[in-house]
């Protein structure tokens, strides 16, 4: 046991400098495997959107996982180095960073969760696809940008049974400043166009404000909230308190939003 351990511990630290590959023992996954507990459906919505096994970070995060108990609760995540990993009240989820694993970002539930919510972490991946269509085909990725998402099936000792979200690191500025760049001459005319042609056509009802439409260092506004689109009815009225009064009575203008509906919504 004590030699397997040793051999682990080398192979992951030659994993994340990247100077040569990584020691090849059997708590490394090489290859995604379906664990016979799960059913071929679930394995088949997911696949089309795995992280591809020969991405950077997999060998990191494969051995990561070689416990297949570090997502047992939120204090074996912890000891696993993932950064302040608390679940998020409402969903449950955890969003975290990992040290070793630098440029990227992880969404994912505990064990008692993980399966029963798959569909919430597909629904992600495929709503950051939308929207980096939108945003390409309307040429404005020098305005808005959306993290590439991938599901990443966690090794287990007969396949994989749990999953979690690999996402790049959007690199947000602090809270006070994203509010301040909302309010600000910044949120243009064309970037207000741009929100709302994306917003009305793939129905993001939840990034209609600052807390899901987020600037990033680059001052660019990041899609961060990717799991909820398709919504039929979108509460336009949201963005307005966060807007200038010039820009306010222009997302009026656009959105079609008279005072009756302002104050009926």
């Known amino acids: 046991m004590l030699w397997r351990m040793m051999l682990i511990a080398i192979g992951y630290l030659l ?13 490394t996954q ?16 997911l696949s089309p959107y795995f992280l591809p096994e020969n991405h950077p970070v997999k060998q990191k995060l494969d ?25 998020q009240p409402y969903s449950g989820i955890i969003a975290t960073k990992h040290p070793d694993v630098k440029g990227y970002f992880f969404k994912f539930y505990t064990k008692e969760k993980n399966l029963r919510l798959w569909k919430r972490l597909l629904w ?9 269509n939108a945003i390409r085909q309307r040429q404005v990725e020098h ?22 979200i690999v996402a790049q690191d959007m690199r947000l500025v602090k809270k006070e400043k994203n509010i301040s760049f909302w309010k600000s001459s910044a949120m243009t005319k064309q970037r207000l166009s741009a929100l709302y042609d994306i917003a009305k056509e793939l129905g993001l ?8 439409t987020y600037l990033s260092k680059d001052y660019k506004l990041a899609f961060i909230d990717t799991e909820m689109f398709d919504s039929r009815n979108l509460n336009w009225k949201r963005s307005l308190s966060y807007l200038n009064p010039k820009m306010q009575r222009y997302w009026k203008k656009l959105t079609k939003l008279t005072k009756s509906q302002k104050k009926n919504s």
């Open 15 to 27: 994993a994340l400098s990247q100077e040569i590959p990584a020691l090849s023992v059997e708590t």
């Open 30 to 45: 090489t290859t995604y495997r379906c664990d016979p507990t799960i059913s071929l459906e679930i394995w088949e919505k």
């Open 63 to 87: 051995l990561l996982f070689f416990s297949e108990d570090v997502l047992s609760s939120v204090y074996t995540v912890s000891q696993a180095g993932f950064k302040a990993p608390k679940p």
């Open 124 to 132: 992600r991946v495929m709503g950051a696809k939308k929207i980096a």
């Open 143 to 164: 305005l808005f940008k959306v993290p590439k998402k991938w599901v990443y099936p966690i090794p287990g000792p007969n396949g994989s049974k749990n999953f979690m």
């Open 205 to 212: 009802n939840d990034s209609l404000t600052p807390r899901n």
